[in-house]
């Protein structure tokens, strides 16, 4: 079944969850507030002796950060987007030629 098109009954190559596109800022900053605290969690476990201890304290110290981390990224999102647009310009299009 595929969760896009739930009531054609066709199978397609991938699974897509089917969400609108005005929550892909939220979408956004849950996948890379998860994908940053997995890693920065696994940096800081590290030192762990053996792998079993390893695992669940990576994956409680995910746990934390990311539930940390997720409101921040989806507060700081638009206005760290609105200050790197002020930081930037636009570039010209090189094909355009001068225009006088």
């Avoid at 994908?35 to 053996?50: E, K």
């Avoid at 940390?68 to 930037?88: D, H, N, S, Y």
């Amino acid at each position: 079944m595929c969760l896009a098109c739930p009531d054609d009954g066709k199978q397609h190559g991938s699974v897509m969850l089917g969400i609108p596109r005005r929550y892909s800022h939220f979408v956004f900053g849950i996948i890379q507030s998860g994908l940053t605290s997995l890693i920065a969690a696994g940096i800081a476990s590290w030192p762990a002796g053996s792998a079993a201890i390893f695992v669940g304290h990576w994956m409680a110290s995910w746990l934390i950060a990311w539930a940390a981390m997720l409101p921040i990224v989806l507060l700081a999102a638009p206005a760290i987007r609105a200050f790197a647009l002020r930081l930037t310009r636009e570039e010209r299009d090189p094909r355009a030629g001068s225009q006088a």
